[in-house]
């Protein structure tokens, strides 16, 4: 079994940065896709940016230029850096990762979330 642990959401003013975290751990797995989803308030949730294990990266147009998202393989950990955070970036962040695990075949899981809140 695979668990996912997100920590590094707070309270920032706009213009701040936050750097949020997602570790894997477990055993008989392999990572694929790594990617960070945010869900607003009343809103539904949205893609941030995703980052392949050959390390194509995607973004929302949203974050372009503001958030980076980069992963360390020997720490099976998938990081989000955000700079010049906005009010409108306030939302739960939650983690996602693709894998396979030996005996299950491919999953995606989901961290438990961690909430960010931009003030203005």
């Known amino acids: 079994q695979v668990q996912l642990v997100e920590s590094g959401g707070g309270l920032v003013q706009a213009g701040g940065s936050l750097t949020l975290s997602c570790a894997a751990s477990g055993s008989s797995f392999s990572i694929n896709a790594m990617g960070w989803y945010r869900q607003a308030p009343g809103k539904q949730r949205e893609l941030v940016a995703t980052i392949t294990g050959g390390g194509t990266i995607v973004y929302a147009d949203s974050v372009k230029g503001r958030f980076t998202i980069s992963r360390d393989n020997a720490k099976n950990t998938v990081y989000l850096q955000m700079n010049s955070l906005k009010p409108e970036d306030t939302a739960d962040y939650y983690c996602?990762?693709?894998?396979?695990?030996?005996?299950?075949?491919?999953?995606?899981?989901w961290g438990q979330g961690t909430q960010v809140t931009v003030s203005s």
């Open positions: 996602k990762i693709s894998l396979w695990q030996v005996g299950k075949g491919a999953l995606d899981k």
